[in-house]
């Protein structure tokens, strides 16, 4: 996927219609598409990098469309969302549209009118979108993969390292088992020691110049994570 190719994230669990979509978006469109199968999935795309387009199914294994969707507007995510799905009465669609989605389209879907629909929404959208987080006074720039503390200083992270972070930030609050957290970051696919989680910690840490007082916090939750915690959440 070159720099030049709108990018989309398509988030679906039927392996036979994710395939389809994005065989139809790659050589139809012309867009550069990358899967999901669940909500933790698609948050760790999303943590990586900027799309133009999230192609978002209502029903996924791990979680539902429309709180992901609400979730990634209260975190200042702006891109696009197409919601996709077999549940197309009223009250379903007013759900997408509340939940912050821009567009809903039923299934089955004609392609003509599933690429129309994209297309009019990578056009409305323009450049590639700016997803920022933001952190006890840090901010994360996700699509330059950037990262400033509070006096506007760079921080030095590694890819990894800004992954793993931006999981945190995204996930805040909440205990992250050491398995999930090496899922999202690391991938299912790779083999790593779960300690090794506990070495990268320590060096956001130390990166982050966290100490006491700091406003944020990786706590160790013993035998089962971490959680960040942030002052006033």
Known sequence: MNSTTPAI????DDLNLRLALRDNLENQGG????????????????ARRAFQLILLDVMLPDGDGYTLCRTLRQEGVT???????????E???????????????????????????????VRRGGGVPVQV?????????????????PEGKTVELTRTEFDLLAFFVRERERV?????????????????DPHTVDNFVSSLKRKLGWNSASRF?????????????????
């Open 176 to 192: 992250l088992r050491r398995d999930e957290i090496l899922d999202a970051v690391w991938g299912r696919d790779v083999v790593v």
């Open 91 to 121: 009250d379903d669609v007013v759900r997408g549209f509340e939940a912050g989605a821009q567009d809903y389209l039923g299934k089955p879907y004609r392609l003509r009118e599933l690429l129309a629909r994209v297309g009019a929404l």
């Open 9 to 12: 994230l398509l988030v679906e």
């Open 31 to 46: 867009y550069g598409v990358e899967e999901a199968t669940t909500v933790a999935e698609a948050r760790a795309h999303l």
């Open 217 to 233: 916090a990786l706590q160790t939750v013993r035998g089962v994570g971490y959680r960040m915690e942030l002052e006033g959440s």
């Open 133 to 149: 987080l933001r952190f006890a006074g840090y901010r994360m720039d996700l699509d330059r993969r950037k990262v400033e503390t």
């Open 79 to 89: 891109t696009p969302v197409l919601m996709l799905t077999a549940r197309t009465l």
